[in-house]
């Protein structure tokens, strides 16, 4: 079964310093992979997905995601920490049509 | 485009009650998905339906249920609500292409809680 998991269920970082949130996929095919952000509140917000076009995609907000086969790993990152980056982030991975299954999420909280 | 749209966005019942919550989806999607958002569980698939037909299942018990309309527009019924059952319900649509589901774009969901 495809799976995913987030290593993290909080990062914190100081605000212009790296965000790097990580995510390992399981999977015996080639997953469709994605990243959703949940601000308080709200639902979730695709900020990039990965479909086998290109193994570094780049998505909102200045994030941008590896895909990289050999560590089954689709980590996340940023180069600048913005304090409106304080969210929680989800990595999922879909399964069968338009299901997805989701990791634990993790909280990234920015300090200033 | 408007976006997904859901209501009730907050909605509190008794237990025992029942409850249809309601999703419309983007326009020109075809594909709803919904889920359950908990501290505990995390993000639970529920179902997925497409051109009115219940294509996938989550692990949840029968109490759960859903339907499709013609006009894509989604509900799903909670009945015999337990304390369990609060959480944040989140619809998602999708359109699909040459056979394939795209992805998926979450409505701000409905808070449920169960007293």
């Known amino acids: 079964a495809q799976s995913v998991t987030q290593l993290g269920s909080h990062v914190s970082v100081s605000e212009g310093a790296l965000v790097l949130l990580r995510c390992n996929y399981s999977?015996?095919?080639?997953?469709?992979l994605f990243w959703y952000v949940q601000y308080p509140n709200q639902g979730l917000q695709l900020l990039l997905k990965?479909?086998?076009?290109?193994?570094l995609v780049k998505g909102i907000n200045g994030f941008e995601a590896e895909f990289k086969k050999s560590e089954t790993s689709f980590h996340l990152t940023k180069p600048s920490a913005h304090m409106s980056d304080a969210a929680e982030y989800f990595c999922?991975?879909?399964?069968?049509?338009?299901?997805?299954?989701f990791g634990e999420g993790t909280q990234l909280t920015v300090n200033p | 485009k408007a976006g997904v749209t859901q209501t009730p966005r907050y909605l509190i019942k008794t237990r025992g009650q029942q409850v249809t919550l309601s999703c419309s989806p983007i326009?020109?999607?075809?594909?709803v998905s919904w889920y359950q958002q908990t501290p505990g569980q995390g993000l639970q698939f529920l179902f997925e339906?497409?051109?009115?037909?219940?294509?996938n299942k989550g692990n949840f018990p029968g109490r759960f249920s859903g339907r499709q309309f013609s006009n894509s527009r989604s509900e799903m019924n909670v009945s015999t609500l337990e304390l369990g059952d609060s959480a944040l319900y989140l619809c998602?649509?999708?359109?699909?292409?040459?056979?394939?589901?795209?992805?998926?774009?979450f409505g701000p969901g409905t808070r449920l809680l169960v007293l």
């Open positions: 998602a649509s999708s359109t699909v292409l040459a056979g394939e589901f795209e992805t998926q774009y």
């Open positions: 339906y497409f051109s009115e037909t219940q294509r």
């Open positions: 999922a991975v879909r399964t069968s049509g338009s299901r997805l299954t």
């Open positions: 999977s015996s095919v080639p997953p469709y």
């Open positions: 990965y479909t086998s076009a290109a193994t």
């Open positions: 326009s020109g999607h075809r594909s």
